[in-house]
């Protein structure tokens, strides 16, 4: 069964510092990899997507991922974090295959500090 | 444009009552999908639904829990004699079609409290 794990449950960065949230997935087959962000008291919104292509996605608010394949990895990262990027984050897979669900991580808490 | 919408948006139950969520899905959007966000179980899909073909309900935990889409587009999630271990936040996403690399589109979700 398709699993993604997220490698610290917490993260916390100061302003301005490199942000680095861990995914891996596990899969014989690459699947189609998403980030999702997720504000207070919000829905989850989509950060970014690789599904064919480039291996490095650019995301909205400045976010990128690339995606290894060898690594079995999607690594999401941003230069230089923000206050207003302080939210939670969800790597999710979906496999190539018409009607299958998202398989979320459990999500990685971003705190950022002044 | 309206994105996808839920409705309560708190809902405060006793246990062994039913209850019944609401999600209306961005407008021509033909595939819908129903999650549940609780601590420890991080994000959980329950079921899918795909313009007129028969819903993948593989992810509802028990037969307690249908779901039913009208007219191909609202649907109602129904937790028939409610649990505690019900409480949680049901998200609602809807996509443009069931081809994988569409994005799903997240309403605000419902949180769920079973007293």
């Known amino acids: 069964a398709q699993s993604v794990t997220q490698l610290g449950s917490h993260v916390s960065v100061s302003e301005g510092a490199l942000v680095l949230l861990r995914c891996n997935y596990s899969?014989?087959?690459?699947?189609?990899l998403f980030w999702y962000v997720q504000y207070p008291n919000q829905g989850l919104q989509l950060l970014l997507k690789?599904?064919?292509?480039?291996?490095l996605v650019k995301g909205i608010n400045g976010f990128e991922a690339e995606f290894k394949k060898s690594e079995t990895s999607f690594h999401l990262t941003k230069p230089s974090a923000h206050m207003s990027d302080a939210a939670e984050y969800f790597c999710?897979?979906?496999?190539?295959?018409?009607?299958?669900?998202?398989?979320f991580g459990k999500g990685t808490t971003l705190s950022v500090s002044s | 444009g309206a994105g996808v919408s839920q409705s309560p948006s708190n809902k405060v139950t006793e246990k062994g009552k039913d209850v019944e969520l609401r999600c209306d899905p961005i407008?021509?959007?033909?595939?819908l999908y129903w999650y549940r966000q609780s601590l420890g179980q991080g994000l959980e899909f329950l079921i899918y639904?795909?313009?007129?073909?028969?819903?993948?309900k593989s992810g509802l935990p028990s037969d307690r829990f249908s779901a039913e889409r009208t007219g191909g587009s609202v649907s109602t999630l129904t937790i028939q004699r409610t649990q505690q271990e019900d409480s949680a936040v049901y998200l609602c996403?809807?996509?443009?079609?069931?081809?994988?690399?569409?994005?799903?589109?997240f309403g605000p979700g419902t949180r769920l409290t079973v007293l």
């Open positions: 996403a809807s996509s443009l079609g069931g081809v994988s690399t569409d994005t799903q589109y």
């Open positions: 899969s014989s087959v690459p699947p189609y």
């Open positions: 690789y599904t064919t292509g480039a291996t």
């Open positions: 999710a897979v979906r496999m190539n295959q018409a009607g299958t669900a998202l398989i």
């Open positions: 407008s021509g959007h033909t595939a």
């Open positions: 639904f795909q313009g007129n073909s028969a819903p993948d």
